[in-house]
């Protein structure tokens, strides 16, 4: 093998071509980004980065790439077409034939209709999304955001921690139901009226005011709430366009087999790839920070020798910081969670979600120390009774 290219210069792909040269691949080795920045961390653009010092945050290792690991890089040359019988990729009018390719194109934020000529509406994914927002909110801006998944309340914590007002408008009657269950989210959302932010649920939009800057936001019940700066946050699509007439399959991401491979040749990791899970019996896309690093690794080590290829075994885990609060999840939310700690309207609690007798998810606010214990539970493959046991042992050593 010769040639291999990582198409998608973010978290993964920076995570791919390390652990090429890590594995020792000693050929030619290029890095294809649709953005003109060097591969930058994700999760600071809707926390620290709105709130501190607005530095670009790099990931360790992108600096270094064409030096260190001689590494060829094309910025601003976003992926445009892929012939996976030549083996030959598409981007910005040129071609990069490839021995083995890793996908690792992300995923694209969904926007409103009818909101591209005013200023002042964004969604917040890239770095340049970020830099706009921040300068909303540098100047003040009344906040709305539509959606209120975990980047919209991270944004809304930031607007709240700048003294500035801000309403999070939900169309589901509870806030996170598909991503923790309605339980836990309500108690989720409730973080938000404790700290003076305005969540109205099962809400729609149904348009924005202004002519040239947006100035407020039309709901389904005729009112309309005032805003400066609007964040969309109502998911992401894969990044997938450019792979029509590929011959991969595509839906809701590139749909790979237990190891990753899309096709022969073919791998994929990150944020646009679907693959079924060994062990949890689900087939799973996921747009998690740790999935991107661990996922991208795996997917090269198999590209670099398919012989050896080896199932993608990993356990799910985020996590989320509103108001200073911490709250952390692993697993899959299958059906409404068990409380085991605490209590939901308490500033600390882990609860537990079951699927017969297997314990498969944990939620946990502000409880750091605990989470991890209950990836290694679910990892194993460990019984309810499992996850009972341990959560008695951490109130016992919490006393």
């Not at 607007?159 to 500035?164: D, E, H, S």
């Not at 700290?195 to 407020?216: I, K, Q, S, Y």
């Not at 894969?238 to 809701?252: C, E, K």
Request: aromatic letters at 6%; proline letters at 6%; charged letters at 20%.
């Amino acid at each position: 093998m010769e040639r291999v290219v990582v198409a998608g210069a973010g978290l993964a792909g920076l995570r791919a071509v390390q652990a090429a040269r890590k594995a020792g691949f000693a050929g030619r080795l290029t890095l294809v980004g649709a953005e003109p920045h060097l591969p930058y961390d994700r999760p600071p653009l809707s926390k620290e980065f709105l709130t501190g010092p607005p530095l670009t945050p790099t990931l360790g290792g992108a600096q270094g790439l064409a030096e260190d690991l001689g590494v060829e890089v094309l910025l601003g040359t976003p992926a445009s077409a892929l012939d996976t019988e030549a083996r030959v990729l598409s981007a910005e009018g040129r071609e990069v034939p490839y021995d083995a390719l890793v996908i690792a194109t992300g995923a694209l934020a969904r926007t409103l209709p009818g909101a591209a000529h005013l200023r002042g509406v964004h969604t917040l994914r890239t770095l340049d999304d970020a830099r706009a927002v921040r300068a909303r909110l540098d100047a003040g801006a009344r906040t709305v955001v539509v959606g209120a998944g975990f980047i919209g309340s991270e944004l809304a914590s930031a607007a709240r921690a700048r003294g500035l007002d801000a309403t999070v408008l939900e169309s589901l009657p509870t806030p996170l139901t598909r991503a923790v269950g309605a339980t836990a989210g309500a108690a989720l959302g409730a973080l938000h009226a404790r700290h003076g932010t305005d969540l109205c649920c099962a809400v729609t939009v149904t348009g924005l005011e202004g002519e040239t800057d947006v100035t407020g936001v039309r709901l389904s019940d005729g009112s309309v709430v005032a805003a400066d700066l609007v964040v969309v946050g109502i998911g992401a699509t894969p990044a997938t366009g450019w792979l029509a007439g590929s011959g991969l399959r595509v839906d809701d991401g590139v749909v790979c087999d237990a190891t990753l491979a899309g096709a022969p040749g073919v791998w994929a990791a990150g944020d646009v790839a679907r693959w079924p899970h060994p062990d949890l019996g689900v087939s799973m896309r996921l747009e998690h920070w740790t999935n991107a690093s661990e996922q991208a690794g795996h997917a090269m080590r198999n590209a670099l020798d398919p012989g050896a290829a080896q199932p993608y075994r990993h356990v799910p885990y985020f996590w989320s910081d509103w108001y200073g609060d911490r709250i952390q999840f692993v697993g899959v939310p299958h059906g409404e969670p068990a409380l085991v700690a605490g209590a939901w309207d308490e500033p600390c609690f882990v609860a537990l979600y079951r699927r017969d007798a297997r314990v498969v998810g944990a939620l946990t606010l502000n409880r750091r120390a605990d989470i991890m214990k209950y990836r290694a539970l679910i990892a194993r493959g460990a019984s309810w009774q499992d996850g009972l046991d341990l959560a008695e042992r951490r109130r016992v050593q919490a006393v």
